[in-house]
């Protein structure tokens, strides 16, 4: 089982029994609306996380999706995780916060560490990310890792946000191993 640490996290494979932290995010609109799933009943929650541990199991491993637990209670509190190309020569990153721990410096710490993770462990090429252009937070939390913004794309993500389903611009931020090496 993987566990990747940072100061104050530890990153952690899925199990079942975090079902019930798992659905406290992932049912409640405040921490989807960006998102292209959700909100997530029971039985989208179940089928994640049998994804997940289906996912670990795999080789070649496409997919390392992580529990983002705090290290002094173990409370989970989010996921993560790295979605690897058929070549295993890039990835892209991906996270979710539950929104009682937003703006506490949590995912900058997550995001050096799957950079890390990826670069280091993984030894890829490129890793990248995508957000809908309204999320603050997140295309901030790419920023403060040291990813460059690749693409601002018209609207190119279809849905959520509020309850009218409409186009919104996504943008796209990147980083190639060279430039990892460059931030050590």
């Known amino acids: ?80 995780g790295i979605y690897l190309n058929k070549d295993q020569t890039e990835g892209m990153l991906g996270w979710i916060l539950h929104k009682d721990y937003w703006k506490q410096g949590y995912m900058p710490e997550v995001g050096k560490r799957l950079l890390k993770y990826g670069f280091e462990e993984l030894n890829l090429h490129r890793l990248y990310a995508t957000c809908n252009a309204e999320n603050y937070g997140s295309y901030r939390v790419m920023e403060k890792i040291g990813m460059r913004k690749e693409a601002h794309f018209i609207q190119n993500r279809y849905g959520r946000v509020g309850s009218d389903n409409k186009w919104y611009d996504e943008f796209h931020y990147g980083m190639l191993s060279e430039e990892w090496r460059g931030l050590e």
Request: net charge negative; with cysteine.
């Open 1 to 80: 089982m993987i566990k990747l640490s940072t100061k104050r996290l530890e990153l952690r494979e899925f199990q079942t029994s975090d079902f019930e932290d798992v659905h406290a995010y992932g049912s409640n609109i405040d921490n989807i609306k960006y998102m292209i799933w959700g909100p997530n009943n029971e039985e989208d929650t179940r089928n994640f996380l049998e994804e997940c541990i289906g996912w670990a199991e795999k080789s070649p491993r496409l997919h390392y999706d992580f529990a983002i637990t705090l290290k002094d209670s173990g409370q989970l509190i989010g996921g993560c």
